[in-house]
């Protein structure tokens, strides 16, 4: 199992970028697949991007495809979510999460997850 630990959020107009970051510590492997989610008030937690760490492959949800990057450094054990062209439906808690094996978007397969950090996005 791995700990995650994520920063970045904040407020931004739309239009906007923001960087976010989730660093990893502990049971780190390169076969892990690493994702991001988001939850709005009152939504169901969804799948926002993932990578892997083996190869890089990465996968985003349709609704921020094209907007937002997801990247790793492996050196640093951290990954990242660049979001740009923000938009006020992109305010929401966003997660970092961490499983075995090849991607998903389902949140019940992720094994371990960080605190969650606030992305807002004005109009």
């Known amino acids: 199992q791995v700990q995650l630990v994520e920063s970045g959020g904040g407020l931004v107009q739309a239009g906007g970028s923001l960087r976010l970051s989730c660093a990893a510590s502990g049971r780190t492997f390169s076969t892990n697949t690493m994702g991001w989610f988001r939850q709005a008030p009152g939504k169901e937690r969804e799948f926002v991007a993932a990578i892997l760490w083996s190869t890089g492959s990465t996968y985003y949800a349709d609704s921020v495809k094209g907007r937002f990057t997801i990247s790793r450094d492996n050196a640093k054990n951290t990954v990242y979510l660049q979001m740009n062209s923000l938009k006020p439906e992109d305010t929401a808690v966003y997660y970092c999460?961490?499983?075995?094996?090849?991607?998903?978007?389902?949140?019940?397969?992720?094994?371990?997850w960080g605190q969650g950090t606030q992305v807002t996005v004005s109009s």
């Open positions: 999460a961490a499983k075995l094996g090849s991607w998903a978007k389902q949140k019940e397969l992720y094994d371990t």
